[in-house]
């Protein structure tokens, strides 16, 4: 079983983005009201600090007029909203060195919410995105009815199918992401497995507990899954190694690195871990291949 802290929270985060690059890619958001240049990939989204704690936005996505698009979810409206994504906006210039555009949208229960920052020489305008509009039952019953019918689903199906959670619906986001999921599981076509990964992602914020542990249950026996193993086998694999060579020293790293090849660890990280230069691991990798060693 796949488990939230484990796999999620910390380094697999990661592995949910990819998925939810796959169903981005090449995609607007215009049909949800938010014009912009296609997407063409996403960006990194944890920001290091001063104080060395780290800061994970919802996406930061690379479009293709090479500007960034900082799009977030909400289901409320904090009153620091405007201070922390005009921070993050800050951080993401310095970090990518880019125009940066704050996009923040709100779920079906949200009516309005501020959209500039004005703190002296300090001027910061978001984008606010309103689902109220958006009947997501309506949405579901008529993906629903295409499933039901082995209809494959449309771009524009499979986006309207992630924000199912956020539109103004009679159940709680929660229930509906739980919902959408299973939908997305059951369809027919290459991206509805990516659809789940995604539907985790942006419902990872304010989905309680429970509902997120059932939701990457139905994570179960999809591309997601595969991945989120191979990534939990390929660090379990590192720490291996670290082990090995405190136990071995100096005496038995080139055995350890040996031994860390041959169980599929990657040249650049065994290098990272030992300290050895990449061009030795790249040596005794050859080495390994010819038989020498």
């Known amino acids: 079983m796949i488990t939230l802290e484990t796999q999620i929270s910390r380094h697999n985060k990661d592995i949910i983005l990819k998925a939810t690059a796959e169903i981005f890619k090449e995609q607007t958001l215009e049909a949800f009201?938010?014009?912009?240049?296609?997407?063409?990939?996403?960006?990194?989204?944890?920001?290091?600090?001063?104080?060395?704690?780290?800061?994970?936005?919802?996406?930061?996505?690379?479009?293709?007029?090479?500007?960034?698009?900082h799009l977030e979810f909400q289901t409320?409206?904090?009153?620091?909203?405007?201070?922390?994504?005009?921070?993050?906006?800050?951080?993401?210039?310095?970090?990518?060195?880019?125009?940066?555009?704050?996009?923040?949208?709100?779920?079906?229960?949200?009516?309005?919410?501020?959209?500039?920052?004005?703190?002296?020489?300090?001027?910061?305008?978001?984008?606010?995105?309103?689902f109220k509009g958006m009947d997501g039952d309506k949405e579901y019953q008529r993906i629903k009815?295409?499933?039901e019918r082995f209809e494959p689903l449309q771009e524009a199906d499979l986006l309207k199918l992630i924000f199912?959670?956020?539109?103004?619906?009679?159940q709680t986001e929660a229930e509906m992401a739980i919902q959408a999921a299973e939908l997305a599981k059951a369809a027919a076509g290459n991206y509805t497995n990516f659809a789940i990964g995604a539907i985790v992602a942006i419902t990872d914020r304010f989905l309680p507990e429970e509902y997120k542990k059932r939701l990457l249950e139905v994570l179960r026996m999809t591309q997601i899954e595969q991945w989120l193993r191979e990534e939990g086998r390929e660090e379990g694999l590192k720490e291996g190694l670290k082990?090995?060579?405190?136990?071995?020293?100096?005496?038995?790293?080139?055995?350890?690195?040996?031994?860390?090849?041959?169980?599929?660890?990657?040249?650049?990280?065994?290098?990272?871990?030992t300290g050895l230069s990449l061009e030795k691991i790249l040596?005794?990798?050859?080495?390994?291949a010819s038989g020498i060693c």
């Open 76 to 130: 409320t409206v904090p009153e620091d909203i405007l201070r922390r994504v005009a921070y993050y906006g800050a951080r993401i210039v310095e970090r990518h060195n880019r125009e940066v555009n704050t996009a923040i949208i709100y779920s079906g229960r949200i009516e309005n919410a501020p959209a500039v920052l004005q703190k002296g020489s300090l001027t910061y305008r978001v984008t606010n995105v309103y």
């Open 283 to 288: 040596e005794i990798k050859r080495e390994l």
């Open 145 to 147: 009815t295409k499933v």
């Open 164 to 170: 199912l959670p956020l539109m103004k619906i009679r």
């Open 243 to 273: 082990e090995g060579l405190k136990e071995g020293e100096m005496k038995g790293k080139l055995e350890t690195v040996r031994n860390a090849l041959l169980k599929g660890i990657t040249p650049e990280d065994v290098a990272d871990i």
């Open 33 to 69: 009201g938010l014009k912009t240049a296609k997407i063409l990939d996403i960006m990194p989204t944890v920001l290091p600090i001063v104080e060395a704690r780290e800061k994970r936005l919802d996406f930061v996505f690379l479009l293709a007029d090479e500007t960034l698009l």
